[in-house]
């Protein structure tokens, strides 16, 4: 009896510690799965999807916007055009994701969207605590204050006991505490949850003044019932770096992104445009080689995108100055002077890490 009794324990222990193997097994197996899912780059997925999803605005004329024939249209939007053409080949290869200025990081932290592309100010906060990773600045802006024209307001004193208008999920209600602060002026901070209820309770004359980025007020002034009848006043509150946003911790995909706007800026530079950069392709310059793929060059590679990366960027969607000049230039309504959005070679602050 002892002995069988014996038999059955000795049994029951090699059970235990096999299905303990198999459990321990299964579980550093499902660890693994985990990590290497979790460690896939963003890069690999959009590939993997043929197809980009971008967050942008759609109700900001210039910059992010729905045209008359139903179409995605504007400076932040053939950005991301430029990053589908880096990254996938195809310029057209993207999914816009329109998002208010309250849903926008949340969109990137839950990965609803592969890449911010939505007029959003690079800040500290941003990059350390709302987890994101911001490519390169693509449109340098400063804050302003909107006021009708006949209202007497000229300066930011002459806003002392009036009540102005700011979106809530922005940086503008903090810069506006912030310099009326130092220019010892009382006022009445009214927020609304989106630009159109701002605009809304402006023209209506619930609220004397508004305030946003100055490329924002001279976008939305074009759309008010009387645009002549609003000024923009002088004073700019803030410095306002808008740039393109990815999830925090994924350096390939920030690489790939920061990569293509570099692209657009240095081909504004070598005077390559969408409709000569065939000709660039002869070239006997080593840096407009690398810069288009051209001859015994892997910088593409390296990246995780094609050699020809840039090529397709500018012969797809254009440099810098073309999407500016497309979009923002003297030839659209907005007569937007490029200013610090210049190149460095012009007085401006645009200027692109070299390809090599």
Same mark, same amino acid.
């Given at each position: 009896m002892k002995k069988s009794l014996s038999l059955f324990v000795s049994i029951l222990l090699v059970l235990v510690l096999a299905l303990a193997g198999c459990s321990s097994k299964s579980s550093s197996n499902e660890k693994k799965s985990t990590n290497s899912s979790s460690s896939k780059s963003m890069l690999e997925t959009v590939k993997d999807r043929g197809k980009l999803k971008a967050g942008v605005n759609n109700s900001l004329p210039g910059f992010g916007y729905i045209d008359s024939d139903g179409k995605n249209s504007g400076?932040?939007?053939?950005?991301? %055009?430029?990053?589908?053409?880096?990254? !996938?080949?195809?310029?057209?290869?993207?999914?816009? %994701?329109? !998002?208010?200025?309250?849903? /926008?990081?949340?969109?990137?932290?839950?990965?609803?969207?592969?890449? !911010?592309? %939505?007029?959003?100010?690079?800040?500290?906060? /941003?990059?350390?605590?709302?987890g994101l990773s911001f490519a390169p600045v693509t449109f340098y802006d400063g804050q302003g204050v909107m006021v009708p024209k006949d209202s007497g307001i000229k300066t930011l004193k002459d806003l002392e006991g009036k009540t102005i208008g700011v979106e809530t999920g922005t940086t503008t209600e903090l810069n506006l505490a912030d310099q009326?602060?130092?220019?010892?002026?009382?006022?009445?901070?009214? @927020?609304?949850?989106?630009?159109?209820?701002?605009?809304?309770?402006?023209?209506?004359?619930?609220?004397?003044?508004?305030?946003?980025?100055? *490329?924002?007020?001279?976008?939305?002034? *074009?759309?008010?019932?009387? @645009?002549?009848?609003?000024?923009?006043?002088?004073?700019?509150? *803030?410095?306002? @770096?808008l740039a393109p946003a990815v999830l925090d911790n994924d350096e390939k995909w920030k690489d790939a992104v920061s990569w293509v706007v570099y692209a657009l800026i240095q081909a504004e530079e070598f005077g390559i445009t969408s409709k000569n950069v065939d000709e660039f392709k002869t070239s006997d310059n080593p840096e407009i080689q690398r810069l288009l793929g051209v001859g015994d060059t892997n910088l593409g590679k390296q990246l995780g995108l094609s050699n020809d990366f840039a090529y397709q960027v500018i012969k797809q969607v254009g440099n810098y100055g073309e999407i500016y000049d497309r979009n923002l230039g003297p030839d659209t309504a907005f007569k937007l002077e490029r200013g610090q959005n210049a190149l460095y070679t012009d007085g401006g602050l645009l200027y692109s890490i070299p390809f090599r």
């Amino acid at each position: 009896m002892k002995k069988s009794l014996s038999l059955f324990v000795s049994i029951l222990l090699v059970l235990v510690l096999a299905l303990a193997g198999c459990s321990s097994k299964s579980s550093s197996n499902e660890k693994k799965s985990t990590n290497s899912s979790s460690s896939k780059s963003m890069l690999e997925t959009v590939k993997d999807r043929g197809k980009l999803k971008a967050g942008v605005n759609n109700s900001l004329p210039g910059f992010g916007y729905i045209d008359s024939d139903g179409k995605n249209s504007g400076f932040d939007v053939d950005i991301a %055009r430029a990053i589908a053409a880096g990254v !996938l080949g195809d310029a057209n290869a993207v999914e816009f %994701r329109p !998002l208010s200025a309250t849903e /926008r990081f949340t969109a990137v932290q839950s990965k609803e969207v592969d890449v !911010l592309v %939505r007029n959003t100010t690079w800040t500290t906060n /941003r990059d350390a605590e709302v987890g994101l990773s911001f490519a390169p600045v693509t449109f340098y802006d400063g804050q302003g204050v909107m006021v009708p024209k006949d209202s007497g307001i000229k300066t930011l004193k002459d806003l002392e006991g009036k009540t102005i208008g700011v979106e809530t999920g922005t940086t503008t209600e903090l810069n506006l505490a912030d310099q009326m602060k130092a220019a010892g002026v009382n006022y009445t901070a009214q @927020p609304y949850d989106n630009a159109d209820a701002v605009i809304a309770a402006y023209e209506s004359g619930s609220i004397d003044a508004w305030t946003t980025d100055k *490329s924002g007020l001279v976008s939305r002034q *074009s759309t008010l019932k009387n @645009p002549d009848a609003h000024v923009i006043l002088d004073a700019t509150l *803030s410095k306002e @770096p808008l740039a393109p946003a990815v999830l925090d911790n994924d350096e390939k995909w920030k690489d790939a992104v920061s990569w293509v706007v570099y692209a657009l800026i240095q081909a504004e530079e070598f005077g390559i445009t969408s409709k000569n950069v065939d000709e660039f392709k002869t070239s006997d310059n080593p840096e407009i080689q690398r810069l288009l793929g051209v001859g015994d060059t892997n910088l593409g590679k390296q990246l995780g995108l094609s050699n020809d990366f840039a090529y397709q960027v500018i012969k797809q969607v254009g440099n810098y100055g073309e999407i500016y000049d497309r979009n923002l230039g003297p030839d659209t309504a907005f007569k937007l002077e490029r200013g610090q959005n210049a190149l460095y070679t012009d007085g401006g602050l645009l200027y692109s890490i070299p390809f090599r």
